[in-house]
């Protein structure tokens, strides 16, 4: 029946939510282009459907009545796809605000590993949204990192070993280097970046 | 039979505030050294506190703000000149700490005490990690309500106007925000649809699809009631002569005691009056 492509869809949107909350790396799944399509396809042929009808309205309760059932299944359609879209784009947003508000803003394509599993209009809306986060950070709120950490800080300083390697990495606050398994005992703003980019490990 | 003389105390208490108040005109130095001899720096504090504005006052006014933004299932006004203040403070301490560590580096003095540095530091990381919350806790239930956002902006009967609702930036990241969404949506979805549901604010479908605030959402508040020293009109004394206000549950039609000190269980619309004019928090 029409609308059941749509169920489907809602399905894999469903499944992409739990993913997304079972596992801290988010992976966006796949965007799933065969199905929407088909959808779009469906949508399309009941909009024909429905233009027929319409011409034909004024001879009966009949097609009336075929006429507002067309509707709600294109109706339903909508609701489905827009769902599913919505997901993702809300998924997207959290993706943007854990990773790309960091310095690695410019370099976003070694960030965001997902990116090919992206449609087309979802990487433009990803650019600008990252572009939008970063703009709202230089206005009055320059002082305050609203990418930061959102757990409170409670330590002062804190232990940590490095992870990977990667040379002599800290700017802002000084030279760090990072050797793989050396340990360290910071302040903890020096490092918060570099844990949120995974080349540290908090003791 | 026994005076209360408490009144006339209290009336000699402010008066020698008033001496302090007057020394502080004429010369800072003299002042200080007046209240710390006198033993009586804290009603010095008071007098103060009353009249201006304190960091602290406003820290704790934050922390409300912070709060009830977190538990309420609306968007709650903007504190603008709140937010201001603390930001400007914000930034000279930032200066200030930078200037005494440069100060340090010059002096290079070995006993130098660095306990206060870092009680310095480790406060402004908490402040600043209070407004990131804030913040973000707003520009989530401005992404969630968007659309409703945007009727409200739209409708012209409202007190509130969306310019005091929200900051400067909010409204552009508000603004942005809807603009390249919808796009994503026309680009994705809505192109394809016939021209009467291309519509994303589309009310008259079978499922609203404006989202609104859960207005009835059961929230945890404490009573705490009007500032000391002022009357309030709406209080009422309950049987036990405890003051408390009396609220009625529209969908019940129920009247509802609730007493200041306490803490109740309640439908967000039921207290929203009172947590608009401060008399209760959401904890």
């Known amino acids: ?203 | 039979m026994d005076l209360n003389i408490d009144d006339i105390l209290a009336d000699l208490d402010r008066d020698t505030t008033a001496v302090d108040s007057s020394l502080y005109l004429s010369s800072e130095h003299d002042t200080t050294r007046f209240s710390e001899a006198n033993g009586t720096p804290s009603n010095h504090e008071k007098h103060i506190a009353v009249n201006n504005i304190t960091p602290e006052s406003d820290y704790q006014m934050l922390i409300t703000h912070w709060r009830n933004e977190r538990m309420a299932p609306e968007l709650l006004p903007y504190p603008h000149l709140l937010i201001g203040r603390l930001l400007q403070r914000l930034t000279n301490q930032i200066e200030h700490i930078e200037n005494l560590s440069m100060g340090f580096l010059e002096e290079a003095a070995e006993n130098d005490a660095k306990i206060p540095m870092l009680c310095m530091e480790a406060e402004l990381e908490r402040l600043k990690f209070v407004i990131r919350s804030y913040i973000r806790c707003r520009l989530h239930k401005i992404d969630k309500y968007s659309l409703y956002l945007r009727q409200l902006d739209q409708a012209n009967d409202r007190t509130l106007s969306l310019t005091e609702l929200l900051s400067p930036q909010e409204m552009v990241y508000h603004d942005k925000h809807s603009k390249i969404l919808l796009k994503l949506f026309n680009n994705s979805v809505l192109r394809h649809m016939p021209p009467e549901m291309q519509a994303i604010d589309d009310t008259d479908g079978s499922i609203n699809m404006i989202d609104q605030p859960d207005w009835s959402k059961f929230v945890f508040v404490l009573i705490k009631g009007a500032e000391p020293g002022e009357e309030d009109s709406e209080q009422v004394l309950n049987d036990d002569g405890k003051p408390c206000y009396s609220v009625t549950i529209p969908d019940l039609n129920e009247e509802v005691e609730l007493a200041v000190g306490g803490i109740y269980v309640m439908r967000y619309n039921v207290i929203s009056g009172l947590l608009r004019d401060g008399k209760a928090i959401l904890v």
């Open chain 1, 1 to 203: 029946m029409y609308g059941d492509l749509g169920n489907k869809l809602i399905r894999e949107a469903k499944r992409t939510q739990q993913l997304m909350s079972s596992s801290s790396p988010a992976q966006l799944p796949m965007y799933q282009e065969e199905m929407v399509r088909s959808i779009l396809k469906e949508v399309a042929h009941l909009q024909r459907n429905a233009e027929y009808l319409k011409e034909q309205t004024e001879s009966g309760k009949l097609f009336k009545c075929q006429y507002f059932v067309t509707m709600l299944c294109i109706e339903r359609n909508k609701r489905c796809l827009l769902a599913y879209e919505k997901t993702r784009s809300d998924i997207l947003d959290s993706i943007v605000w854990d990773n790309n508000g960091m310095e690695m803003l410019s370099s976003m394509g070694s960030t965001n590993h997902s990116s090919s599993n992206l449609s087309h209009p979802e990487q433009e809306y990803i650019m600008e949204y990252s572009q939008l986060i970063s703009d709202m950070k230089t206005g009055d709120l320059v002082d305050i990192d609203l990418s930061g950490s959102l757990s409170p800080p409670s330590d002062v300083f804190i232990d940590v070993r490095v992870l990977k390697d990667a040379g002599e990495i800290q700017t802002e606050y000084g030279v760090f280097n990072l050797i793989k398994d050396s340990q360290f005992f910071v302040r903890q703003t020096d490092v918060e970046r570099l844990i949120q980019q995974g080349y540290l490990q908090k003791l």
